[in-house]
């Protein structure tokens, strides 16, 4: 089939990388302007956009592609659009350009986590398993009917960052099937059963506060879920602490108070104890707590 892909970050990349490997044809990759990126603000490529140049792809980018993209999506009359994190919401007219229409890679077990992040809060809820989706594109933000989906184990320490990448190779394999079993008519399509979605706000840098009144548990999936970004924190002496480690321990004590800088920085919570294994202190570099803690001598009984 010829394809018109829309994408934008890291995660979409090895989804480009397979439909191109792929029998069928990519007519055009379309992405996010260029934006500034870092300290200096330099003007840079999105990562779909460098694999996809860096594949002989024709690309396109737009503001706003409701606006500015239709009559160019129009001209190169696709057979189908798959979107994986573009980060825009398409219109109806672009959704009937294709003959079948729009399809998207979503990296959560649908009708559950629709919504800009998925798998972070996969980890911080604590889920065993999680996966992708590959769901007919429609108006309403991942309401679409499902096509297919896979599954896979969340590993009890992994980070959102660490399970971004498996998603990211899963959803390779996941378009690939699904676009060959629409092409040849195999592919029957669910309705979502709605009663049972569950929607996630994007996430904000404040979101990664920690609250110590909540369990050990709770807190290790939150630091688990913010890395690598945007880092569960802390305050200590009136600089932010970031939290990139931690392990739970069967202790207790008042929540918030430390109980123990032996092994580690062990603070107690409102159920057990989180041991602060890897740190960063605001205007100093990232570490373990050992190292740390020679530095800083944080005295039995402080209250973060």
């Given at each position: 089939m010829k394809i018109v892909f829309l994408g934008t970050p890291?995660?979409?990349?090895?989804?480009?990388?397979?439909?191109?490997?792929?029998?069928?044809?990519?007519?055009?990759?379309?992405?996010?302007?260029?934006?500034?990126?870092g300290r200096k603000a330099i003007i840079t490529p999105c990562a779909v956009k460098t694999c996809a140049l860096e594949l002989g792809l024709s690309t396109l980018s737009y503001e706003k592609i409701r606006l500015e993209g239709v009559n160019d999506l129009k001209a190169l009359n696709p057979d189908i659009m798959v979107t994986c994190a573009f980060g825009q919401i398409l219109s109806q007219e672009i959704l009937d350009i294709a003959k079948h229409g729009v399809i998207n890679v979503h990296a959560s077990l649908l009708p559950k986590y629709r919504g800009s992040a998925p798998i972070q809060y996969s980890i911080i809820n604590g889920d065993k398993e999680t996966g992708v989706t590959i769901m007919q594109t429609g108006l309403e933000v991942d309401s679409g009917d499902i096509l297919m989906q896979s599954k896979l184990e969340i590993m009890p320490e992994e980070t959102a960052g660490e399970l971004f990448d498996r998603l990211s190779v899963l959803g390779a394999g996941a378009i690939v099937s699904a676009l060959d079993g629409?092409?040849?008519?195999?592919?029957?399509?669910?309705?979502?059963?709605?009663?049972?979605?569950?929607?996630?706000?994007?996430?904000?840098?404040?979101?990664?506060?920690?609250?110590?009144?909540?369990?050990?548990?709770d807190i290790k999936n939150l630091i688990r879920g913010f890395n690598p970004w945007p880092i569960a924190f802390t305050k200590y002496e009136g600089?932010?602490?970031?939290i990139f480690k931690a392990s739970v321990l069967d202790k207790s004590g008042v929540a918030g108070e430390v109980l123990s800088v032996e092994n580690g920085i062990t603070v107690a919570t409102a159920n057990g104890a989180i041991v602060l294994e890897e740190v960063q202190l605001e205007g100093s570099k990232r570490m373990s707590a050992k190292e740390f803690l020679l530095g800083h001598k944080i005295p039995v009984g402080y209250r973060f």
């Open positions: 890291d995660f979409a990349v090895p989804v480009l990388k397979a439909i191109h490997g792929s029998k069928h044809q990519i007519l055009a990759v379309v992405t996010q302007p260029d934006r500034p990126v629409i092409e040849r008519g195999e592919i029957t399509p669910v309705q979502q059963d709605h009663s049972k979605a569950t929607h996630v706000k994007m996430i904000k840098k404040e979101d990664g506060v920690i609250d110590f009144n909540k369990s050990a548990t600089k932010t602490l970031k």
